[in-house]
């Protein structure tokens, strides 16, 4: 028995000090030109940008759908439009946003409708990534049911490291790349492209569970104490997906309507034409884009007087 336990021992130390290694190792060449290294010109952004600001947080039916200098004309306020991926997780994308909000800022949260459906608010192999790739420090944000949910993509990120295609001939994805996004976080670089064809999302299997509210609120009550607002609204989405989605979406905002926070519009109000659809039932071409951040600024000015003392 001694002899097999010693045997075992010599064997797993050194794979696991080599797996340590490789969890270690810089990012990868081709893992550098991933639209989550966007962070670290977002996070600038919201370190930089004075106020009177107009923070935007959510997944890429935001970095797809929406134009920031729209909204700093129209609204008069510093946009900063923070959303990257709907797999980071609505959690880790308010709390990493939380440090840098100040004093009179105006958030807007548009998470994708997934988020509110099982465990996808607590991260995907996105929020992994940028975990490991982009922002070790911020594993501190993390609680255990996010870590929980990243175990099962660490041999896939693990094996990544040791592949040749991540080190050589590497294309950057125009579209998808680190350099996609404008000067506000806006990605701008499909905008003078054709929309394509897309096929509805088949709907939510399940109802809608209360952990992204939950989040949301909590969010709301720490943002107060800064002196900041919040406002919540929903997800630009093709609408032939939103019919095939229809019941849960509505168990959403019935969700939200109960939950305290300020919402702002309707789902059917961004239930988008094919016409307005770029790549993915929550992605816009150029036209949708201006489309959706029309009726945005205008749901925002139409929020009740309290809730607007900064929306001019």
């Known amino acids: 028995m001694k002899k097999f336990l010693s045997n075992l021992i010599k064997f797993n130390v050194p794979l696991l000090l080599f797996i340590l290694v490789l969890l270690l190792l810089p990012p990868t060449p081709r893992a550098k030109t991933s639209l989550i290294f966007a962070k670290n010109h977002k996070d600038s952004l919201l370190l930089n940008t004075a106020s009177p600001?107009?923070?935007?947080?959510?997944?890429?039916?935001?970095?797809?759908?929406?134009?920031?200098?729209?909204?700093k004309d129209s609204l008069?306020?510093?946009?900063?439009?923070?959303?990257?991926?709907?797999?980071?997780?609505?959690?880790?994308?308010?709390?990493?946003?939380?440090?840098?909000?100040?004093?009179?800022?105006?958030?807007?949260?548009?998470?994708?409708?997934?988020?509110?459906?099982?465990?996808?608010?607590?991260?995907?192999?996105?929020?992994?990534?940028?975990i490991m790739d982009v922002s070790k420090s911020d594993i501190r944000l993390l609680n255990l049911r996010q870590m929980a949910n990243l175990a099962?993509?660490?041999?896939?990120?693990?094996?990544?490291?040791?592949?040749?295609?991540?080190?050589?001939?590497?294309?950057?994805?125009?579209?998808?790349?680190?350099?996609?996004?404008?000067?506000?976080?806006?990605?701008?670089?499909?905008?003078?492209?054709?929309?394509?064809?897309?096929?509805?999302?088949?709907?939510?299997?399940?109802?809608p569970n209360r952990y992204a509210v939950q989040q949301l609120q909590a969010f709301n009550a720490q943002i107060k104490q800064k002196g900041a607002m919040l406002?919540?609204?929903?997800?630009?989405?093709?609408?032939?997906?939103?019919?095939?989605?229809?019941?849960?979406?509505?168990?959403?905002?019935?969700?939200?309507?109960?939950?305290?926070?300020?919402i702002l519009g309707n789902p059917e109000r961004y239930a988008m034409a094919d016409s307005l659809i770029f790549d993915t039932?929550?992605?816009?071409?150029?036209?949708?884009?201006?489309a959706r951040t029309t009726r945005l600024i205008e749901d925002l000015r139409s929020a009740p007087p309290t809730d607007n003392r900064l929306i001019s």
Request: charged share 15%; glycine share 8%; no cysteine.
């Open 53 to 71: 600001r107009i923070i935007f947080v959510g997944g890429s039916n935001l970095s797809f759908g929406l134009n920031s200098q729209l909204i």
């Open 152 to 207: 099962p993509f660490l041999p896939q990120y693990i094996l990544s490291k040791l592949k040749v295609t991540e080190y050589t001939n590497i294309q950057v994805d125009q579209i998808y790349g680190v350099q996609s996004f404008n000067r506000y976080g806006d990605a701008s670089a499909h905008w003078q492209l054709a929309g394509k064809t897309v096929k509805p999302m088949h709907g939510f299997k399940n109802s």
């Open 231 to 262: 406002f919540v609204s929903f997800p630009s989405l093709q609408h032939a997906s939103f019919e095939t989605s229809k019941t849960s979406i509505a168990e959403i905002n019935q969700l939200l309507k109960t939950s305290g926070l300020n």
């Open 76 to 130: 008069e306020l510093e946009p900063i439009n923070t959303a990257i991926h709907a797999g980071i997780g609505l959690k880790y994308m308010l709390d990493s946003t939380l440090p840098h909000i100040k004093q009179s800022d105006v958030v807007v949260v548009i998470p994708e409708y997934d988020n509110y459906f099982g465990d996808f608010s607590f991260g995907r192999n996105e929020l992994l990534r940028t």
């Open 281 to 290: 039932p929550y992605h816009l071409n150029y036209s949708g884009v201006i």
